[in-house]
């Protein structure tokens, strides 16, 4: 009969299929059987790739089938009905051309008695078969019905083996198992298998769904979020975050630079997914951008009377601060464009600096933002960090830009002579550029990386002393010295500023503590030995909460403080008040030295010892104070005879110099004039005045030079109660600072030489 080749099929006998044929000799072949009795041999072929196959590329045993129905389609292939009738065998291969003809053997399958061990096969296979199809899911559940009623043992085998999704080589066993038994058994072992990787399957299903699952739902509900927010024509949550951005940025009328970098930051941000570690520094670098004030600018109150009623009410005394802040408001009022100015407070600590410049913001209506510059050691403290680093920020003139709200704030840089540098670079020289007025309008960050414009900022920098600022950033300010109050301005400040204020802070009323003026100036002398009012503030403190506990025991307590009650609240008195000497000595000489906390007396003393001229310093003398002392004793020792020295005190006697408070460090070259003197006394015998206080440096040849710190230095003569106070003639331009009701009751000696120093302060022979 003909043989039709099958390519990846396999027909078994009582199974209906539709077969698709197009190759030329398969088409042949159905003819031919068409013409004869309908039969066609069906076997598969090993490999399905050839076009052409031979004997050997055909398995031998296949099954009969009869053509049921024919259908012609287009382009001359077929689409043939067959039933499979039975199995057969090759057993010669007649024809090859025009379609391959064979020779076979049929196998009649005898209708077998169903023994015992068929039967369990059967019902094996079939319950076998209702599983597999429960659990595939791939065949009609109809199919059971068909299958279960089948009662011929190959038949039923044929049937299930049919339905089964199997490779082609398993097929073609179950085809070649003639025995019944075999074919039932091999059967079953295959289902069995096939159920076993099914459950597998069913396991790794639930396991990747259960893994999937969260990410599925969150997927599906923001799809299904997107499209409802499609359909209501809103927008999902990035583009929204864009939108509110994009919004922020042209609110913050921000110049062109920076705009224009917003923009492109805004770029990067939307291309990013939003969860990324970039996205977070991006969104921090735009906060950042959008929340200085590059714009904002409040009015400066120009009312000149206004401001200087505000400082005068806020603060005692300061004239020369105060006048320089008028002139600042009175130009600006006159040109409208005017760069910032540059001041820079130098003053004892307590004197007010700080709370100058919130007085200063007060009285010109701008923002105030302070930051304290002591102890930085990193110039990205000025400038910032670049956006490389993690955590980075601007640095602190940026955020204190942002503190103020506004681009013309009056900023505080207090402590500027505190700064110290390291390894990580000098914040001295990174503020070079901010208190730069010619560079400051272009300040650059490297956390911002484009310029903003500090010009129109009022800087205010506050130090204790000019010595520890470096030279080029002491070039760009204005200096403005604060020095010590007097006796009588801190009176006035106590008695107007500091004891309403600790009144009110701790909780009493005028009607229950008052201070008389007696003993202000008790605390002030006695407790206190400073220039400024930050320890007489304390000292008030503690009156007021000695008072307040009296209080809370008795509503109606009231105390008066008068200079007696002192004692009895702060215990006894710390300073001495007055030291002068009483008497006139020999060898002793005051001197006026000047310290951080202001000016203060120096007792010179000098005693002379049997020896070869030697001169031993103590006190704690610096190097400057020590070479002092040698020129002083070289000019002593040089004018011997006018001074009435003999030649023996001069050579023949060591001299022991001695400042007092020797735990304290002394130095500078102002006490030279008075070392001399202490030394010509001892050696000519002559007494010192003791009313009489000195300050000045000496030359070797007697010249008196100019020194510093001269209102301070009277002052503290002043309060010593010294009436006699000798300076350099050059200082003579210093005695304006000196406030008038000291100046009254002061007589100051101007003198240019050793020898009118002498002539001062050595006390005559008695004739």
């Avoid at 735990?663 to 004039?673: C, E, L, M, V």
Wanted: net charge neutral; proline share 4%; charged share 30%.
């Amino acid at each position: 009969m003909p043989l039709l080749p099958l390519r990846g099929v396999l027909v078994f006998p009582y199974t209906v299929i539709h077969l698709d044929v197009g190759r030329k000799k398969s088409v042949n072949a159905i003819e031919e059987a068409m013409l004869a009795d309908k039969e066609i041999f069906l076997v598969t072929q090993k490999d399905a790739q050839n076009e052409d196959p031979y004997e050997d590329d055909i398995y031998h045993i296949g099954t009969i089938a009869e053509i049921r129905q024919i259908l012609k389609m287009p382009g001359g292939t077929m689409r043939i009905l067959v039933e499979g009738l039975c199995r057969a065998q090759i057993k010669e291969f007649i024809a090859m051309e025009p379609y391959m003809k064979v020779k076979v053997e049929q196998f009649k399958e005898n209708n077998l008695e169903k023994d015992a061990e068929i039967e369990a096969l059967m019902r094996t296979l079939v319950s076998q078969f209702e599983q597999y199809v429960r659990m595939s899911k791939k065949i009609p559940p109809e199919t059971v019905i068909s299958v279960v009623a089948i009662e011929e043992p190959g038949r039923l085998a044929d049937v299930i083996a049919s339905h089964l999704t199997l490779k082609i080589d398993e097929k073609q066993r179950i085809l070649e198992a003639l025995d019944v038994n075999k074919r039932l058994e091999y059967l079953c072992e295959i289902l069995a298998k096939e159920m076993e990787v099914l459950e597998l399957e069913r396991k790794i299903n639930i396991r990747v769904r259960k893994q999937m699952e969260k990410t599925q739902k969150e997927y599906y509900l923001r799809e299904q979020m997107k499209a409802i927010q499609k359909e209501l024509g809103e927008k999902d949550e990035k583009s929204m975050e864009i939108e509110e951005w994009k919004e922020k940025i042209e609110k913050a009328n921000l110049p062109k630079h920076a705009r224009e970098k917003a923009y492109k930051e805004l770029e990067r941000l939307e291309k990013m997914p939003p969860m990324v570690a970039e996205a977070v520094v991006v969104r921090n670098y735009l906060d950042w951008l959008l929340s200085l004030p590059w714009s904002v600018e409040t009015r400066d109150r120009l009312d000149i009377k206004v401001a200087e009623e505000i400082l005068e009410r806020e603060h005692y005394g300061l004239k020369k601060p105060k006048e320089r802040i008028i002139e600042y408001l009175a130009i600006r009022k006159l040109a409208k464009k005017m760069k910032g100015p540059i001041l820079c407070l130098v003053g004892p600590p307590g004197v007010g600096k700080t709370s100058l410049g919130r007085s200063v913001a007060h009285a010109l209506n701008r923002n105030f933002v302070r930051i304290s510059l002591g102890g930085i050691r990193d110039e990205a403290e000025i400038r910032g960090h670049r956006r490389t680093y993690v955590g980075s920020m601007p640095g602190r003139i940026l955020q204190g830009m942002k503190q103020a709200g506004s681009k013309n704030p009056v900023f505080l840089l207090d402590e500027i002579d505190k700064m110290t540098m390291d390894f990580r670079g000098d914040p001295a020289s990174a503020l070079l550029e901010v208190l730069d007025p010619e560079q400051n309008n272009s300040f650059s960050d490297h956390y911002l990386e484009i310029p903003f414009d500090l010009s129109k900022v009022m800087f205010i920098t506050t130090a204790n002393s000019v010595h520890n600022i470096p030279r080029p950033l002491l070039d760009r300010m204005e200096i403005i010295e604060l020095g010590g109050y007097t006796e009588e301005d801190k009176l006035h400040i106590a008695m107007d500023y500091l004891i309403p204020k600790q009144i009110k802070e701790h909780g009493l009323k005028e009607t229950n503590i008052s201070f008389s003026e007696g003993a202000i100036r008790k605390i002030i002398r006695e407790y206190t030995r400073e220039a400024g009012v930050r320890n007489l503030e304390r000292q008030i403190a503690a009156i007021c909460r000695k008072v307040a506990r009296k209080v809370v025991e008795d509503r109606n307590y009231y105390a008066r403080i008068t200079a007696n009650s002192v004692v009895n609240m702060l215990g006894p008195e710390k300073y001495r008040y007055g030291t002068a000497e009483k008497e006139n000595q020999v060898g002793v000489a005051t001197g006026l030295a000047w310290t951080e906390t202001g000016g203060d007396i120096l007792a010179v003393e000098v005693a002379l010892l049997k020896g070869k001229g030697n001169l031993t310093l103590t006190g704690k003398l610096g190097d400057v104070m020590k070479e002092s002392a040698q020129a002083a004793l070289t000019y002593v020792r040089s004018r011997a005879e006018e001074l009435g020295i003999s030649d023996e005190v001069r050579d023949s006697y060591d001299v022991h110099l001695h400042v007092p408070e020797g735990a304290i460090p002394k130095d500078g070259p102002s006490a030279g004039i008075t070392i001399a003197t202490a030394l010509a006394s001892a050696m000519s015998g002559k007494p010192v005045r003791s009313d009489v206080a000195m300050t000045g440096e000496i030359t070797l040849r007697g010249r008196v030079l100019p020194i510093g710190g001269v209102k301070e230095k009277v002052l503290a003569a002043h309060r010593a109660g010294i009436n006699t106070v000798i300076l350099p003639a050059e200082n003579k331009k210093d005695l304006e600072e000196i406030p008038a009701n000291v100046k009254k009751k002061m007589r100051f000696v101007l003198v240019e030489h050793m020898d009118e120093v002498l002539k001062e302060t050595l006390v005559k022979d008695q004739a």
